[in-house]
């Protein structure tokens, strides 16, 4: 019957585990990813000399925007 019990808690333990340490995972990543979003204006300014098209301040304005609007809409 000990072991019976030691075997319940140890399941019980590591799936409590797994669960807090997925949920701590996500939290980090999305503090990560706001303070250090994936792109920023001089990575799309290279990016578009790379496609061959001539970053203007209009356009990278225009990206820069609906890229925020985009993870705005994604978060609620």
């Known amino acids: 019957m000990n072991i019976g ?3 319940l808690i140890f399941v ?3 799936l409590l585990g797994a669960v807090a340490g997925f949920f701590g995972a996500r939290a980090y990543m999305k503090k990560y990813f706001e303070e250090n979003p994936p792109v920023n204006e001089d990575m799309l300014k290279a990016m578009m000399m790379q496609m061959g098209q001539k970053p203007s301040e209009k356009k ?3 990206m820069m ?7 705005k ?3 609620k």
Do not use: D, E, W
Not at 65 to 71: E, L, N, P
């Open 73 to 75: 809409r994604s978060k």
């Open 5 to 7: 019990i030691g075997v």
């Open 60 to 62: 990278l304005n225009q």
């Open 65 to 71: 925007s609906s890229m925020k609007a985009q993870q």
């Open 12 to 14: 019980i333990g590591a």
